[in-house]
Structure formats: C-alpha cells, structure tokens
C-alpha cells in the first residue's frame, strides 16, 4: 500500500513538471506565413531529383507535412484563398470572394483591394485591406501584443501582400509593374520606409517576371534586417509570397521553364528559411507553407479529343432573361449586367413594381436551367437561406454584397463567355493536390494523410503564439 502511495505521488510530480514544461515553452519569436500561388504537388515530385538538400526536401523531411489540404469553397483564386488563410474562415465572412467584383452601385468592376482613399508609394494604385470583412490572424497578433508585433507582408502582387498583411500590419510591400518598383500604400506609411527605398535605388535597372521570387526573398530579408523581427521575444508575423504559375506559351507548357520555376523556387526557399534560421535558431521560428489551390492551367480543346464541351454565352443568356421575365412582369429592365458566370438583378425597379422577389428568381432560375451547358443554377435566396451553410461550396464563397443574385454553374468542359466584357473561362471542378507544410518551432517530422482543411491555419498559428483566433474563424488548430 505504501509503495502504492510513492508511486502516485511520483507519478504526480512527473505529470505535474511535463504541464508546467509545456507551459513555459516559449512561443515563436518570429512566424513566417508562405503562400506559393499556384503550387501543385505533382510538379513539387516530379522535380525533386533536381533540388537542392535544404528547400522541398528539408521542408517535407523535417516538418508536419499535410498531404492533402483542401479549400472549402469555389470557385477559389489568389486573392480568395490568401483571405481564407489569414482570417481562417470563407469568403462567406471575410468578403474576399475574388480578385475582383462587380460594385452594385456604380455596375463597375473593382479589385479587391481598391481603396482611393489611400494613395500609392511608388505606385500610382490607391490601396487599403478595407474590403477584408473580419479580423486576420496578424490583426490579432496586433492586438494581443498591444501594437508591440511587427507585421509585415511582402508579395509580388497588390492583393496578395495587401490581404495577407490584413487590417492592422506594419507595412505591405509589392511589385508594380507599371514603375517596376517595389511599392506600398499610404495606409502604411506616410513615406517610404528607408529601407525599401534604398532597394528600389540599388535595382535601378528594375526586377523582371523571371527574377521575381528571387527578389521577394531579397525584399522579405531586408525586410527582417531593418525591422528587426524576430529579435525580442514579442511574436512578430512575416506574410509572404512567392508564385509557380505554370509557363504557357502559344498555348503551350513550356517544360524547360518549369522545371526552371520550380528549381528557382527551392533555392528561394532554402534561402529564406536557412537566412532566417541563422538569425534566430530554428526553434525560434515557425515556418508555414502552402498554396493557394487552384492553377491557371492550359486551355484544351476537347472537341479534338471528343470529350463533351460547348460555349454557354452569359451575356445573351442575360439578354434572353431580360426579354423573358418581361414577357411575365411587362417590358422593363429587369436585368442589369452579367460579370462571369454572375447574373446581377435590377432589384430596386423590381421591388417598385412590387414584383415578388423570391418568385422571380425561382422563375429566372428555371428558365437559365433549361439552357444548354447550365450543370446548376443558384439565387442568392437559396445560398442565403441555406440550412447548412458547409453543405456547399459555394455557399462558402457567397457573400452578398459582392456576389450577383443568379450564380450559374457551367457543365465541365463547357467554355462560359461574355461577348461584351472579354472575359471567359473553361470550367472545371477537379481538386489540385497541394501540401501544408509546417516546419520548425518545435515541430515534430510526420506525414499526415488525412485530409485537411486550409481555415485551420490561422487557429494553429494562433494557439502556437498563445494569441486568440481570428473573430469569424470556428476552425479547430491542427495540433
């Protein structure tokens, strides 16, 4: 009985120094969040007998490698998946449901991150993350640390830098091609950080498309030097961004340049990671890598290889809706544009005519159904009224004030175009293979097949720096 008691009481102990060892570990001085648009894990592979020992394999041998992430909405593009990592959620609470959107208002098309309050720096693009509807997970950071983090976020593009940043960063920095400059906002600065200014100078000849990701990791170092990130032990929070479009030319992949693109982008990543690493020791840091889920792949012809295919034609389709639901209500213009596969209503003349909204899109929607090429048509009442809203896709993406009232789905394989606006796209659903990567800070090396949901990213960076979740993310951390 009494070697019973010891025993308990040791083992108490023992359990009681592994909480408190746990507890006190310190957290990350410095998290880096990498996003590579477009990266694809079959290409990752398929190059791997060409890189180096200290970019892919070390990320894949040394750290929690997620085989298979997953985006839970569509349709998914830069600036929609950059959102969902940083805020945890879909564009269903952040708002960023793409690139860009159709303004209700004024029926003109804007980017995302449009802001004319807000001139640019060295850019003469006026920009603010005001579109982004919730807090990021850097936004918390900012306010866990009571404005002490330094956050910063560096990107070739406007929207990717500016999204990842979030609200409350320090500064955003991007590539103009226009100035073929590295550039910012007003938002951030009054003027131009030295050191930013002092690169710009240094490359006067200007970076081109081919060095890109190289410079994003000059940028993103120098960044770290003259801030001083990572150097006390207040969490500070690095976004950036590196790119692995595919290069297609004359309709053509190009494999020589993508194997070069790929190659480029391991050495940018033992570059990045082992500078860092030699800064503030691997435990002091946490990488996380991932992509953005999608891939502007090459356009096909499937007529030549007899698989199903056709051109649904939004614009008429829009026309002939116009003429049809005068037909029911009397002539008026009930439809006021199209951008993409998005129908936009003229919902103020209808609600005058005191026209049933709910029965007018049903009668819309079965009128667009009956089309050839249509696979599915959605309102924005049934997308709005939805029991479970993780029972779709879209529902996730759907945000109201950016979205139009009629969302048509386009067989795969079928062409949608807009004659008047340009724009077209082949639509496809297939999923793209791409990994989450988390390496250092303490990470044990696992393989990790189960599939895994991207919001769950800033939930796990925000247990891991002790800080709370973005305020619209319900996700649970990974570990």
């Not at 830098?161 to 500064?171: C, L, N, P, R, T």
């Not at 790119?243 to 190659?263: G, N, S, W």
Request: charge should be negative; hydrophobic fraction near 35%.
């Amino acid at each position: 009985m009494i070697n019973k008691y010891i025993t308990a009481t040791i083992l108490a102990i023992v359990a009681g120094n592994a909480v408190e060892a746990q507890v006190s570990r310190p957290v990350p001085r410095l998290v880096v969040n990498i996003t590579i648009d477009q990266l694809r894990t079959d290409y990752i592979d398929a190059f791997m007998p060409s890189y180096g020992n200290d970019g892919f394999k070390k990320l894949l041998r040394s750290g929690a490698v997620y085989c298979n992430a997953q985006y839970t909405f569509a349709p998914i593009d830069r600036a929609s998946s950059i959102a969902s990592i940083a805020t945890g959620t879909t564009p269903s609470n952040n708002g960023i449901t793409g690139f860009r959107w159709l303004d209700k208002n004024s029926l003109i098309p804007v980017t995302c991150v449009d802001d004319n309050e807000y001139e640019g720096i060295f850019t003469n693009e006026s920009s603010s993350p005001k579109n982004i509807a919730t807090t990021t997970v850097n936004d918390e950071l900012k306010i866990a640390t009571e404005g002490a983090a330094v956050i910063y976020s560096i990107a070739q593009d406007r929207d990717a830098a500016i999204i990842s940043g979030g609200h409350a960063a320090d500064g955003a920095v991007w590539f103009d091609e226009n100035t073929k400059c590295w550039c910012s906002s007003k938002y951030y600065f009054k003027k131009a950080p030295k050191w930013l200014e002092e690169y710009n100078l240094t490359n006067v000849d200007g970076d081109t498309d081919d060095n890109l990701n190289s410079s994003t990791t000059d940028i993103a170092l120098q960044c770290i030097e003259a801030n001083k990130m990572g150097d006390d032990h207040v969490t500070d929070m690095l976004s950036v961004t590196y790119e692995a479009k595919l290069p297609i030319k004359k309709d053509k992949l190009d494999k020589d340049k993508l194997l070069d693109k790929y190659v480029g982008l391991d050495k940018e990543l033992e570059r990045l990671t082992t500078a860092i690493e030699n800064k503030i020791g691997k435990s002091n840091v946490l990488f996380v890598i991932t992509s953005t889920g999608y891939c502007d792949d090459l356009n096909v012809d499937y007529a030549r290889y007899r698989i199903p295919n056709g051109t649904f034609y939004v614009n008429r389709t829009a026309d002939l809706l116009n003429m049809y639901l005068g037909a029911i209500y009397g002539q008026d213009k009930y439809v006021e544009s199209c951008f993409y596969n998005q129908i936009y209503l003229n919902i103020k003349e209808i609600e005058l005519k005191r026209i049933n909204i709910s029965e007018l899109l049903s009668r819309a929607q079965t009128f667009i159904m009956q089309l050839s090429g249509v696979s599915n048509v959605l309102t924005s009442r049934n997308l709005l009224l939805s029991a479970d809203k993780n029972s779709s896709r879209l529902r996730n993406w759907f945000f109201p004030n950016n979205c139009g009232d009629l969302i048509i789905e386009v067989s795969p394989g079928w062409k949608l175009l807009n004659e008047k606006k340009f724009q077209q796209y082949i639509s496809k659903d297939n999923a793209m293979p791409f990994p989450l990567i988390f390496y250092g800070a303490g990470i044990t090396a696992q393989e990790v097949t189960t599939p895994v949901t991207i919001d769950r990213i800033a939930p796990t960076i925000a247990k891991t720096i002790r800080i709370r979740a973005p305020n619209a993310c319900s996700a649970a951390p990974l570990y």
